[in-house]
């Protein structure tokens, strides 16, 4: 509704808005463009995959062919995972209750890592008994959660042992965290986020830390003398739900699951709401051509329940398209009854009625029973301190020795650079080149058509707009300053200005100063810059960055932003070769916040940068990992780069006499 009130509005003010800003050159949405290009993007990859998909359901060969491509894509995105190492687990306390008793549990899923849950056990005969993981969405207490105790409670009273986990950055577990164990941030969302933007840089993922804590999770519940390893099942709810899908991709241990509120991230989920948090975002998924119905697809045709709210935030006719496709595989692959979806007339969460369709489903395929309905009833729960497995409440603060994943990463990140190749020459470029997912130099430096506007005017410097267009990339709005007479200019001066061109239109003195010495001035907005700039509304400040919804669904494409505004600045420079005043003067680039690393990049990439000067921003990678906490890094995250290079590389190959001042310094007119 928000996304639709804003088209509207957008619409009816469109003439208004231009006779407002002089320099806006794009006389369509501007400010959905970017957004718009990238959800065509993902929507050209999600075809592919439904046509993969539909190719392969003509036969059962090609659709466990499919399921074993899908996996290994998937393998491929999480990355190198940690080896097994001892949980070390300890029992810290036991609660006796009705029916069965509640334990409070602590182990490492790596060395100095904690992970902290609570198990719960049937009382009753001895014997061996199903075991089900339980995953938490969102609430910042976690395990603790009544909805999470009462699933874990009737699941128990119903005879089996349940492990609930407190996920990465809740209950107990939060990674940002000041001395005293005090979160830095307001919620685990957004810890999720900045922790997902520092493991990108090293090649990982928050989905692939999370994934690692829940196989470990799984190892300690089969430690459980009381747990029978040949009937394991997973649930969760809302982001637990996606944790419990990509467990479900990964371990064949599991026998049985359910999603509840299934959290996604497919092109239609982007398109409609945007990205979610970080736990949910897994970067490249669209260029794996990976949907959510994938990770349940790879599990099939084990036994899987999908629950569902009719008026869930999460969008329901997505869930149900999922379901129609988990149908199709489940026929296909000859057990059509081992999957259903259930649906309340509620919203977000898991109910009452979900839990008990959860726990009768687990009873038909672990128990092997007939299917019947089961009863909640009145379910006593505790309160979050009695059900604290550590002794202080924060893992952070338990144990002396914690490394939490702020340390790992920065660690792994120096470790990175003290072994990693300097690059030079041929192999830096192809280095950038294949993070940043550029095409080769030939298309990067191919001709750009140009549509040339109205001159304005408004502070007397005349300013021709510009839009500079290549086929398959976003349009390029730009203002161009040309000093009196037809000679031929003695240079170039290419801005990129973070706030936009209009930033600098109004800079008389500044253009006029540049005109006077024979020097023609671009001004350019990079995507996503200026005139292109996402509306505020759609990018949720919770998430630290301002667009942040272009940047993770860029990611999602597997086309970080930074690569993406490369290509402009080669579009711009290509535009400076056509122009025959313009070709032959050396081109100077000024670039500033979020421009700056990409006019750093373009200058390692092609000799017709002659010198570079970016400002007001990142000084290297790593400083996003030594300030963790500072906004808008994700616009500048590029996946693995640091196995690679870091920004002072990028300074050292060009030299003082390219960049003749260090990243960050102020820019010199």
């Known amino acids: 509704m928000k996304r639709l009130l804003f088209v509207l509005l957008s619409g009816l003010s469109l003439g208004a808005a231009h006779a407002q800003k002089p320099y806006d050159v794009l006389d369509w949405r501007a400010p959905v463009t970017l957004n718009t290009y990238l959800v065509q993007q993902l929507h050209g990859q999600y075809d592919q995959r439904r046509t993969a998909l539909a190719a392969a359901l003509q036969s059962e060969p090609a659709m466990r062919a499919y399921q074993d491509s899908a996996r290994l894509r998937y393998r491929r995105l999480l ?107 307001r919620g685990g969302t957004t810890e999720h986020t900045l922790l997902n933007e520092e493991a990108h840089l090293l090649g990982s993922s928050a989905v692939a830390e999370q994934l690692w804590d829940n196989e470990r999770s799984l190892d300690y519940l089969l430690t459980r003398p009381e747990v029978d390893a040949d009937r394991i099942g997973a649930l969760g709810n809302s982001g637990g739900s996606t944790q419990t899908a990509y467990l479900l991709g990964f371990d064949e241990r599991i026998k049985v699951a359910a999603l509840c509120s299934y959290v996604v991230s497919g092109d239609r989920t982007l398109e409609l709401s945007g990205p979610a948090d970080g736990c949910v975002m897994l970067p490249g998924a669209g260029a794996a051509r990976l949907d959510g119905a994938d990770w349940p697809i790879m599990f099939a045709p084990k036994p899987l329940l999908i629950l569902a709210g009719r008026y869930d935030f999460v969008d329901y006719p997505t869930i149900q398209g999922y379901q129609a496709e988990l149908n199709q595989v489940y026929a296909r692959l000859g057990r059509p009854a081992q999957t259903s979806l259930f649906t309340y007339d509620d919203g977000h969460g898991i109910s009452r009625p979900k839990r008990e369709a959860a726990v009768a489903w687990f009873r038909q395929w672990l128990y092997q029973e007939s299917p019947q309905p089961v009863q909640e009833g009145n379910l006593a729960t505790l309160s979050e301190n009695e059900l604290l497995s550590t002794t202080t409440g924060q893992v952070a603060t338990a ?11 920065l660690g792994q990140a120096r470790e990175l650079a003290g072994r990693r190749k300097k690059l030079r020459g041929p192999a830096l470029t192809a280095a950038i080149t294949r993070q940043l997912r550029l095409p080769a130099l030939a298309a990067l430096e191919a001709p750009v058509q140009v549509e040339r506007r109205e001159t304005v005017q ?85 998430y630290f ?76 990678f790593e400083q996003i990992l030594t300030q963790p906490t500072d906004k808008d890094w994700y616009s500048v995250v590029v996946p693995g780069v640091l196995e690679y290079y870091d920004l002072p590389d990028l300074a050292a190959a060009l030299g003082a006499k390219r960049l003749p001042a260090a990243p960050g310094a102020a820019a010199k007119k």
């Not at 995972?81 to 490492?108: C, H, I, S």
């Not at 049937?122 to 105790?149: I, N």
């Not at 050396?586 to 916040?593: F, N, Q, S």
Request: overall charge positive.
């Open 79 to 185: 990355g190198a995972l940690p080896a097994k190492t001892p949980l070390n687990a300890q029992v810290t306390g036991t609660l006796p209750r009705d029916g069965y008793r509640v334990e409070k549990v602590v182990y490492e899923s790596r060395p100095r890592y904690h992970v902290t849950a609570s198990l719960y056990v049937p009382d009753g005969a001895a014997g061996k008994r199903p075991g089900v993981l339980l995953f938490c969405g969102h609430e910042a207490e976690s395990k603790a959660t009544e909805s999470y105790q009462k699933t874990a409670i009737l699941f128990a009273k119903n005879g089996f042992v349940v492990l609930v986990v407190d996920p990465i950055s809740q209950g107990e577990r939060y990674q940002l965290v000041d001395a005293a164990g005090k979160p830095l941030t």
């Open 399 to 409: 144990f002396a020795q914690e490394q939490l994943l702020p340390q790992r990463h």
């Open 458 to 542: 408004p502070k007397g410097v005349a300013l021709q707009k510009l839009i500079l267009r290549r086929e398959g990339q976003v349009p390029l709005p730009a203002l161009l300053a040309l000093p009196a007479g037809s000679a031929p200019v003695s240079k170039v001066v290419l801005w990129l200005p973070d706030q936009g061109k209009r930033s600098l239109a109004d800079s008389v003195a500044l253009l006029n100063g540049y005109l006077a010495q024979n020097c023609a001035v671009l001004l350019a907005d990079l995507r996503g810059l200026g005139e292109t700039t996402d509306p505020e509304q759609f990018n949720d400040k919770k």
């Open 545 to 620: 960055n301002r667009e942040y919804r272009n940047a993770l669904t860029a990611l999602q494409a597997g086309q970080p932003l930074l690569g993406q505004r490369v290509t402009d600045i080669f579009m711009a420079l290509r535009f400076v070769h056509q122009e025959p005043r313009l070709r032959a003067a050396p081109v100077e680039l000024y670039a500033t916040g979020r421009a700056a690393p990409a006019a750093l990049h373009a200058a390692v990439l092609t000799p017709a940068i002659a010198r570079v000067f970016p400002s007001q921003t990142i000084t290297s």
